[in-house]
């Protein structure tokens, strides 16, 4: 059997028509375009690529999107002071600061200062706390881009044993209470973890945030299983690749998402859906 490949770049193009039809209507009605400002600091390739993918995604679907480019030696309090501006703005709707950060600068600190209601990564301690109590209103944006993803193809969660793979704040844990709040049955592992192979040759989910390709061999996963590939790398020769062996994992999975095209493009989109929600309840 060989997995059906989920277009997470057409599944993302759908949810973008829809916040773009949304906008539309919510501007002949007469509210202003919601606004995100993008804070970029400093010049790491990867970064300005994932900036630039959420700027034409605000051009898309209609979102204002102000940019500060910032100096990689801009300091801490400068940082602090922009973000104070942005929340007391009352003509933004969304703060996103672009990580990594430089060493010098600490991200709790900086993502603390942001008003949880203008955070539209759902990266604030208030935010995750609202996932954990089952009550989410900003969800960190990739894992709950993968449970659209999910949900768009109408794959039932309830009940399914899940394995997360990775334990950072802003992928693996908040995916983690995503998926617990999708009734699964949820393992999270890390890089502690005993018997990684046999904990994921056990799950009907699997999901790697890890960002080491070729992680999580194509023979652990279980036949008929769905994989969900967060990684992503690029390589020496600049080919783009996630953590899963994919050629391997795609013959026994009956689903699974490539890298790239597949959870990349969710994470951008429900960025802007983040950006409306928070508009239209703040
Ligand atoms: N760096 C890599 N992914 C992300 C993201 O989703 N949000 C922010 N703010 N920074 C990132």
Redesign the pocket.
Known sequence: MSAKIIDGKSIASELLDNIKEEIITRTNEGHRAPTLVVILIGENPA?KI?VNRKIMACEKTGIKSITHNLKENVTEQELLKLIIACNQDNEIDGI?????LPSHINEEVIIEAINPKKDV?G?TPHNIGLLAIKTPILRS??PYGVIKMLDTLKIKLEGLDAVVVGQSN?VGRPMFLELLLAKCTVTICHSKTKNLQEKISQADIIVSAVGVPNFIKGNWVKHGAIVIDIGITRLNNNKIVGDVEFDAAKERAAFITPVPGGVGPM?VAT?MENTLIAQKLF
Do not use: R
């Open positions: 970064s994932y996103l600061v672009q990580s990594p990564d990266f944006c990739t802003h994470t960025l």
